[in-house]
Nanobody, 122 residues
Framework: QEQLVESGGGLVQAGGSLRLSCVAS????????MGWFRQAPGKEREFVTGISWSGDITTYADSVKGRFTITRDGAKNTVNLQMNSLKPEDTAVYYC???????????????WGKGTLVTVSA
């Protein structure tokens, strides 16, 4: 059973930065396309960013374009999310997810992490 474990969440002031990491146990992550989703209080979970298995194709939600960067490290079996210029509206639980492909629908993810909380203060 694939397990994804997120880390790096915390409290940061608006304009600050955080780096989230997702470590996988089990199969190598290069078998999957990897993504980050987030869920703010009282809202539905939403797609944030995704990266292809090769790492050469990335996709971002409009709300984070130019501020967030997703990368993957095959040697360390990790996927990272660098978040810069954070805004209070970025406050959410951030989830790592793995998929075999076909886009980023919530019900299309093969594996989910348990999430890490990011809080951005004004």
């Amino acid at each position: 059973q694939e397990q994804l474990v997120e880390s790096g969440g915390g409290l940061v002031q608006a304009g600050g930065s955080l780096r989230l990491s997702c470590v996988a146990s089990g199969r190598p992550l290069n078998r999957y396309e990897m993504g980050w989703f987030r869920q703010a209080p009282g809202k539905e979970r939403e797609f944030v960013t995704g990266i292809s298995w090769s790492g050469d194709i990335t996709t971002y939600a409009d709300s984070v374009k130019g501020r967030f960067t997703i990368t993957r490290d095959g040697a360390k079996n990790t996927v990272n999310l660098q978040m810069n210029s954070l805004k209070p509206e970025d406050t959410a639980v951030y989830y790592c997810a793995a998929t075999y492909g076909n886009g980023w629908p919530l019900d299309g993810m093969a594996h989910w992490g348990k999430g890490t909380l990011v809080t951005v203060s004004a």
